[in-house]
C-alpha cells in the first residue's frame, strides 16, 4: 500500500521550520508540519497552559521523573529540583550528554514557547565572520529586519526601566558593570513589555511575574505559535501534526519517504506510519536535525549524505554564573524573568562577553546577581551515530567548557574587584562559580557552505534541505533566534524562486 503524499514536508515547528512552513504555505503549495511535542493550548485543572519555574509539575519537562533547571541547589539546599512523578510530553527537553547537558523546546512552537525571548541582532563584523559566504548586506538589509518584524520584537520603555521594582536585579548588575568599566546594553525581546507593566499593576494576569518563563509563559510572549505558525496556517496550506515524530529517511523516487511514529502525552507508541513527499525541510533544531541525518546516512537509508554531517556543533559559548551582592544592594524580591540588559565587553580583543543580567525570581530577596554569559569558545563537539541506542552522541570534553568559562571569568572577577564581592558557590553542585556543563544556544552540526550549499540544500540530495540552528557554525555571539528566523527567511526566498519557481 502507498503511504500518503504531500508536496512538502517540514520536521519541527521551531523557528527554522515556522519561516519555511509560513512561506512555502504562502506561495500556495500544500505542507505538512511534524512536531514531536506537543499543542499548547489546552489548561490544566489549575486554569493555565503551562507551570511555573516555582511550582512545577509533569507540564514541565519532556519525559523526565525530576525536573532539572540549570541551577542545582540554592544556599547549598535541594530545593530548586522536583519529582515530577510519571514520566510527560511536557515543554522544556534536557537532552544529557557526557559533559554537556542540552536544553531544547517540545512543542509547537520549539524552543519559542521555552526561552527568555531576548532577540539580539548579532554584531555585523563577528556576524561575517562566522558565515562569510551569506551575504550581510541582504542579511542587515532585508532578513533582518524582516525577522524582527515578524517575530514581535519590542523594547522596553527606558523610563519604566528606570524606575520599576521589577528589574531592580538589572539595574544594581548594571550599576556594578559600569564602576568596573563595562558597558550595557538593553537587549530587545519578544515579551511585549506594555503587558509586562499592566501584569505589574495587577491589570493582567502575571506571567513574567509569576516565575513563568523555562517551562513556558502563560501571558506575554510571542512565541511561534502566535507569530509564523499562526500566519503559516492562516494561508490554509499548512497542517501540523502533533506528538510524532520523524525516525527515518529514505529516498523515494524523486522525493523522499519518512517514517513517523505518534505517541500519547504519556509517551505510548499509537501509530507507525509513513508519508512521502517531494520537498523536504528539516527544521528539527541543532542535535534533532542533525541526529535524523546521522541516522540516515550510518543506516544506510540515505548513505550518501555528506561527511560534513555531525561536525561543527558548538555551544554559543554560553557560561552561567552569579555574584554574591552586599547586604545594601538588595536585587529584588518581585523580579520579571525577562531579561532586558546585557554587559556587553563583546569588542574585547582576548575575552570577548556578552552575558545577559539573568534574573533569580524565587519570590525572597536573594542578594544575587545570576548571568547567562555568551562567549567566545573555539572548541568545537562532533557526533556519531550509536547503533545500540540509535540516538546521536555528542563528543564534548570537559575542558572544551575551558575556554567558556575564561572569558565569563575575565569579566566577573573584575567587576568582583571592582564592587569588594565574590561569586556565590552554593548554586550549581561541587561549589562551582560557573556553569558552562550546559547550554540553551546549541548550534551546528550540518554546517551552512559545508553538509549543505550556501542556501541549506543539503549536498548530492536534490530536495531535501536545512533550515535551522543546524546550519550556525557554533557561534554567534548573542542568543540565536533572531539569525535563525533571519537565515531561514533568506533561503526559503532563494529555494521558493530557484527551485520550486515561486515568488
Ligand atoms: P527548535 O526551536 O529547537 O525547534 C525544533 C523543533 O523540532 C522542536 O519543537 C522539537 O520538538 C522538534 N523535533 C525535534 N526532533 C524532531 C523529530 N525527529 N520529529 C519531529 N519533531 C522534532 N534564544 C534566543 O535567541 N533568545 C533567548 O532568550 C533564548 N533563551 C533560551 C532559553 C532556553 C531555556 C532555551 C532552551 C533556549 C533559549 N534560546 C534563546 C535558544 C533558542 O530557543 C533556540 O536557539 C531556537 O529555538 C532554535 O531554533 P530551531 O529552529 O533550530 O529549533
Not at 539595574?171 to 525581546?189: K, M
Not at 536535525?289 to 548513505?303: K, Q, S, V
Not at 561536525?311 to 545594601?328: K, S, Y
Not at 563528543?395 to 573584575?414: E, N, V
Request: proline share 6%.
Amino acid at each position: 500500500e502507498a503511504a500518503p503524499y504531500v508536496p512538502a514536508l517540514v520536521v519541527g515547528t521551531g523557528y527554522g521550520a515556522a519561516v519555511t512552513a509560513l512561506r512555502l504555505g504562502a506561495a500556495g503549495i500544500k505542507t505538512t508540519m511534524i512536531e514531536m511535542g506537543q499543542l499548547w493550548n489546552t489548561a490544566g485543572k489549575d486554569g493555565k497552559v503551562f507551570c511555573s519555574t516555582l511550582n512545577p509539575d509533569r507540564r514541565s519537562m519532556w519525559f523526565h521523573r525530576r525536573t532539572e533547571a540549570p541551577l542545582d541547589t540554592f544556599l547549598w539546599l535541594d530545593v530548586v529540583n522536583r519529582d515530577l512523578g510519571r514520566p510527560y510530553a511536557g515543554v522544556l527537553d534536557r537532552i544529557d550528554f557526557p559533559n554537556m547537558g542540552v536544553y531544547v523546546g517540545r512543542g509547537v512552537g520549539g524552543g519559542s514557547l521555552v526561552n527568555g525571548g531576548m532577540a539580539p541582532t548579532p554584531d555585523r563584523a563577528y556576524f561575517e565572520k562566522v558565515l562569510p559566504q551569506v551575504d550581510a548586506d541582504a542579511m542587515y538589509r532585508r532578513y533582518f529586519p524582516l525577522a524582527r518584524r515578524m517575530l514581535g520584537v519590542n523594547t522596553i520603555d527606558p523610563r519604566y526601566l528606570e524606575q520599576t521594582p521589577v528589574y531592580k536585579y538589572a539595574r544594581v548588575s548594571r550599576r556594578h558593570a559600569h564602576r568596573a568599566g563595562f558597558r550595557t546594553s538593553v537587549v530587545p525581546n519578544v515579551y511585549d513589555f506594555n503587558y509586562l507593566r499592566r501584569e505589574e499593576k495587577k491589570q493582567a494576569p502575571r506571567s513574567a511575574l509569576a516565575g513563568e518563563v523555562i517551562y513556558g509563559n502563560n501571558h506575554g510572549k510571542l512565541s511561534l505559535d502566535k507569530t509564523y505558525l499562526a500566519d503559516a496556517l492562516g494561508t490554509g496550506n499548512v497542517t501540523i501534526r502533533t506528538l510524532t515524530r520523524v525516525t527515518t529517511i529514505r529516498q523515494h523516487g524523486k522525493g523522499y519517504l519518512v517514517g513517523l511514529e505518534q505517541i500519547d502525552a504519556w509517551g505510548k507508541v499509537i501509530r507507525r506510519s509513513e508519508l512521502a513527499c517531494r520537498h523536504l525541510f528539516l527544521g528539527a533544531g541543532s542535535v534533532g536535525t542533525t541526529e535524523l541525518l546521522l541516522r540516515a546516512r550510518e543506516t544506510g537509508t540515505l548513505p550518501d549524505l555528506p561527511a560534513a554531517i555531525g561536525r561543527g556543533w558548538g555551544t554559543n559559548g554560553n557560561v552561567m554564573t552569579a555574584r554574591a551582592n552586599h547586604l545594601w544592594d538588595p536585587t529584588g524580591t518581585l523580579q520579571s524573568t525577562i531579561p532586558t540588559l546585557a554587559i556587553d565587553n563583546w569588542r574585547h580583543p582576548k575575552h570577548p562577553a556578552f552575558a545577559e543580567i539573568a534574573p533569580l525570581p524565587v519570590g525572597l530577596e536573594t542578594w544575587a546577581s545570576l548571568y547567562l554569559a555568551i562567549t567566545v569558545n573555539p572548541e568545537r563537539g562532533h557526533f556519531t551515530y550509536n547503533h545500540h541506542t540509535d540516538r546521536a552522541d555528542l563528543h564534548w570534553s570537559a575542558g572544551q567548557s575551558t575556554p567558556s568559562i575564561r572569558s565569563a571569568q575575565f569579566l566577573f572577577d573584575k567587576i568582583n574587584k571592582a564592587i569588594g564581592t565574590t561569586y556565590r558557590r552554593d548554586l550549581f553542585t561541587g561549589n562551582r562559580p560557573f556553569a558552562a556543563d550546559f547550554c540553551y544556544h546549541p548550534l551546528g552540526g550540518a554546517l551552512l557552505g559545508k553538509a549543505t550549499d550556501n542556501y541549506g540544500r543539503v549536498r548530492n540530495h536534490p530536495n531535501l534541505y536545512i533550515t535551522d540552528s543546524a546550519l550556525i557554525p557554533g557561534t554567534l555571539g548573542v542568543n540565536p533566534f533572531v539569525t535563525i528566523t533571519a537565515l531561514a527567511e533568506r533561503n526559503i526566498t532563494h529555494i521558493l524562486a530557484k527551485d520550486l519557481n515561486r515568488r
